[in-house]
């Protein structure tokens, strides 16, 4: 008997463990029946608009369950989306008090909230938020701080942000855009050497060298002038259009129209039609007018441009005297033509504009709107 209750031992012990087992599966079970069942009424209550108990057993399914934190941001992102934003903030003000979440759904969840808030017009709330997470070390939040702050127009706040926490900032577009702030406090406070800071950044961005050259240019400093512009020509030959005539006039003033025609030699092949254009004006002066013509008209044959047509006619109409006069109205027409049409395009997302806008109106990035291109364009 002895002997038989020892064999019973192992079948006793086997026994007790997959009964403890089934139970603690079934234990499990009726946990996530029980969240399911929750989260389900929480949802039907959302969806009918009765926030308020909707939000009771949302919070006591997190108070049994902090797995269920993506579904909620679904939902709120859901919510945001369909412009229902008093939803959306509640459900992430929800997140926000809960002390079990883990650290990277609560900087998540915050996120989601300050764009909530930006959506909604709170935009110090907004900013709140976005600052806790720029001091935690989460760049996920710098595109909305500075779009933040270019609607503001807080240019400081951004710049001290940047100086700060520069570690943050390494997309192009974003040191493109502190480098505007930088201008755009130096315009406002009048204070020149904000926009030097600016030229100093590793990012090289545009704005800096124009508004220095354009400074210089009025101070009559032609010297300083000629060199932020050169600069600016030469690496981003696009942008000569803005500011040809005050470079030409500065080294006029210097004397040096013939580094300037040099300088229009060197960009002739990166340039677009105006450089052509006034390398054209470069051979008419020499006297070369008939060498002018033949190279814009197989110019032209390559890229086709109405402003290049434009002077191709006022060249045509010094060789024809008996021509002249129907070739001054033909021009005319053109030019008439070309007033109607948009300076300046955003590289990005093809606004048009007659006007120049460092910051596109349209799709909110800073150094995308340049002269434009093309057969209207520069």
């Not at 900087?107 to 909604?120: F, G, S």
């Not at 270019?150 to 040191?175: C, D, I």
């Not at 803005?242 to 500065?250: G, H, P, Q, T, V």
């Not at 070739?327 to 504009?353: M, N, P």
Request: glycine share 4%; charged share 25%.
């Amino acid at each position: 008997m002895l002997e038989l209750l020892f064999l019973l031992l192992p079948v006793a012990a086997a026994y007790g463990y997959v009964m403890g087992k089934n139970s603690a599966k079934n234990q499990a079970h009726e946990q996530n029946r029980i969240i399911t069942s929750e989260y389900s009424k929480g949802l039907k209550y959302l969806l009918d608009r009765e926030e308020d108990q909707g939000l009771e057993h949302l919070i006591k399914l997190l108070e049994v369950s902090a797995d269920t934190v993506e579904h909620y941001l679904t939902l709120a992102s859901l919510f945001r989306k369909r412009g229902e934003l008093d939803r959306a903030i509640k459900i992430h003000e929800l997140l926000l008090k809960q002390p079990s979440l883990a650290n990277e759904d609560l900087a998540t969840n915050r996120l989601e909230l300050a764009l909530d808030y930006i959506m909604a017009g709170m935009l110090d709330s907004a900013e709140e938020h976005l600052v806790v997470l720029i001091k935690s070390g989460h760049n996920e939040a710098v595109d909305p701080i500075l779009s933040l702050y270019s609607q503001l127009r807080e240019w400081n706040k951004g710049v001290n942000m940047y100086e700060a926490h520069r570690n943050l900032f390494t997309k192009p577009q974003q040191l493109a855009t502190i480098a505007n702030y930088y201008c755009e406090a130096g315009l406002e406070e009048k204070d020149g050497e904000l926009i030097e800071r600016a030229f100093r950044l590793k990012h090289r961005a545009l704005r800096p060298l124009f508004e220095l050259g354009k400074a210089a240019f009025a101070k009559k400093d032609y010297v300083k002038s000629i060199y932020y512009w050169r600069e600016l020509a030469t690496y981003q030959p696009v942008t000569v259009p803005l500011f040809i005539k005050d470079l030409e006039a500065s080294y006029h003033a210097l004397n040096l129209d013939e580094q300037f025609d040099e300088l229009i030699e060197e960009l002739l092949c990166q340039g677009g039609v105006l450089i052509r254009i006034k390398y054209c004006e470069v051979l008419v002066k020499n006297g070369e007018v008939e060498k002018a013509i033949l190279f814009l008209t197989s110019s032209l044959k390559r890229e086709p441009s109405i402003r290049g047509f434009s002077f191709l006619l006022q060249l045509l109409s010094r060789k024809q005297d008996d021509m002249s006069d129907v070739l001054a109205q033909v021009d005319k027409l053109v030019r008439s033509y070309i007033a109607t049409k948009h300076e300046y395009q955003c590289r990005h997302c093809g606004f048009h504009s007659h006007t120049l806008y460092w910051l596109c109106p349209s799709c909110k990035h800073w150094e995308t709107t340049l002269p434009a291109k093309g057969l209207d364009g520069y």
